[in-house]
C-alpha cells in the first residue's frame, strides 16, 4: 500500500428522478454529473472516472467529453474513464482523446482500459463479439505503442496495419497514466502485469477479501515478469448517509432494481433483501452506512488487498441528484478523513 492512499468516485451517469419524480433527460443527467465532478474537486477527492454505456438507463456514452467538461472546471482533481471499451473502440483515437484532456487539465487525465462487461457496444459499432478476446488483446498492443509516443509500426488481425505513424498530441509530460480494470480473470490480472499497467479490481458482490487471490497473483506476476511494482486499486458501489439506517433507506429500492436486474439480463435472478442486507454487512461488497461505517469497511479492504487506491461507485441506479451530491460531500468530508486517521492509528 502506497504511503499516501488515494480515494476516488465513480459513476456510469444513471438516469436520475427530477423534483416530480419523473426521470430526466439525458442532457439533464449529463449536467448534473458534471456538477458531482466539480463537487468532488471541492471536497478534495483524487479521481473521478465516468464508465461508457450505450443504453437508455444510463446517460453517458462518450465519456471522455464529459471528463473534459469536468477538467475545465475543476483545480486538482485527476479525471479518467471507468472504464473505456478498448475492444469496441479505435485504440488510436482513444490515446488522442485523452492525451487532449490531458492537456485541457494541466497532466490530470488517466484511462482505465477494459473489455466491458456489457456488450451493448459491440453490435452497435459493428464488432463480432466471436473476436471479444482477440480485439482486446490487439487493441490493447497497439494502444500500448502509440503511448510510448514514438513512431508506430504495427500489425495484426482486426485493423490495416501502420508503417512507422507517428500519433498527435503528445502527452506534454511523461506517459499518459493507464489502468487495466478486471472483474475477476486470472488471465486479465496476468495481462495487466505483463503490460507493466496498474490493476484496478471491480467487486460488485461477495466478500472484497475473496479477491486476495487476484492482487498477489497480480504481484507475483509483476515480480516473474521482472516488472516494478505497480498500483492496485478497488471499484466498489456504495451511498454514504449521516445514519446507517437512513443510507439504507436510500439504498435498497434502488440498489436492488438495480442489481437484480442486471443478474436476470445475465441469466441470473433477482436480488432480495436478504442478500442485499448480507452485502451491506461488515464482510459484504456495497459500502453503504453512516460515515463511520463506510470508513470501517474501507479500512478492512484497504489493509486486507493492500491498496493504493479505493475508486467510489457513488451512483447506482436511479437515486436522486441531491442524495448523489450529499453523498459525495459526505465521502470526502467525513469518509476518507476517518480512513486515513483509522490507518494512521492501525486500523481497526
Same mark, same amino acid.
Given at each position: &500500500? ?5 480515494? *476516488? ?12 419524480? #419523473? ?25 473521478? =472516472? ?25 483545480? #486538482? ?17 482513444? !490515446? ?34 466471436? #473476436? ?11 494502444? &500500448? ?37 478486471? =472483474? ?15 490493476? &484496478? ?53 434502488? !440498489? ?18 436478504? #442478500?442485499?442486507?448480507?452485502?451491506? =454487512? ?59 486517521? &483509522?490507518?494512521?492509528?492501525? *486500523?481497526?
Amino acid at each position: &500500500m502506497s504511503s499516501a492512499l488515494e480515494f *476516488g468516485i465513480d459513476t456510469f451517469g444513471d438516469v436520475t428522478p427530477g423534483p416530480d419524480g #419523473q426521470l430526466k433527460s439525458h442532457a439533464q443527467v449529463i449536467r448534473d454529473v458534471v456538477e458531482e465532478g466539480v463537487l468532488a474537486d471541492q471536497v478534495g477527492l483524487d479521481f473521478i =472516472g465516468i464508465g461508457e454505456h450505450h443504453r437508455p438507463d444510463y446517460a453517458i456514452s462518450a465519456p471522455d467529453t464529459v471528463l473534459t467538461a469536468i477538467a475545465a472546471k475543476t483545480e #486538482q482533481i485527476r479525471v479518467g474513464s471507468a472504464v473505456t471499451v478498448l475492444s469496441s473502440d479505435d485504440p488510436i483515437r482513444v !490515446f488522442q482523446r485523452f492525451a487532449t484532456i490531458d492537456a485541457i487539465s494541466n497532466g490530470r487525465a488517466e484511462v482505465i482500459l477494459g473489455r466491458g462487461s456489457f456488450i451493448e457496444s459491440f453490435p452497435l459499432f459493428g464488432y463480432d463479439l466471436q #473476436q471479444y478476446e482477440e480485439l482486446f488483446e490487439e487493441k490493447l498492443d497497439l494502444f &500500448m505503442k502509440v503511448r510510448e509516443q514514438n513512431p508506430v509500426t504495427w500489425s495484426g488481425s482486426t485493423r490495416r496495419s501502420l508503417t512507422d505513424q507517428d500519433v498527435f498530441p503528445h502527452v506534454e509530460n511523461g506517459l499518459l497514466p493507464a489502468w487495466i480494470a478486471v =472483474g475477476g480473470s486470472p488471465q486479465s490480472v496476468i495481462r495487466a502485469a505483463g503490460h507493466g499497467l496498474p490493476l &484496478m479490481l471491480a467487486i460488485i458482490g461477495g466478500d472484497p477479501l475473496a479477491f486476495k487471490q487476484f492482487t498477489d497473483l497480480y504481484r507475483r506476476a509483476l515480480g516473474e515478469l521482472g516488472q516494478p511494482s505497480l498500483p492496485v486499486g478497488v471499484h466498489a458501489p456504495g451511498h454514504v448517509a449521516e445514519t446507517d439506517e437512513q443510507a439504507f433507506e436510500d439504498s435498497w429500492p434502488l !440498489f436492488g432494481k438495480y442489481f437484480s436486474k442486471i443478474a436476470i439480463e445475465r441469466g441470473g435472478r433477482a436480488m432480495g433483501e436478504g #442478500q442485499f442486507r448480507a452485502q451491506v =454487512g461488515a464482510d459484504g461488497a456495497y459500502f453503504i452506512g453512516s460515515p463511520e461505517t463506510v470508513a470501517k469497511k474501507i479500512v478492512r479492504v484497504v489493509k486486507g488487498l493492500d491498496l493504493d487506491r479505493f475508486d467510489f461507485k457513488y451512483a447506482n441506479g436511479p437515486m436522486e441528484h441531491g442524495k448523489l451530491m450529499k453523498s459525495l460531500e459526505l465521502y470526502g468530508t467525513k469518509v476518507v478523513p476517518l480512513v486515513k486517521s &483509522m490507518l494512521h492509528d492501525g *486500523g481497526l
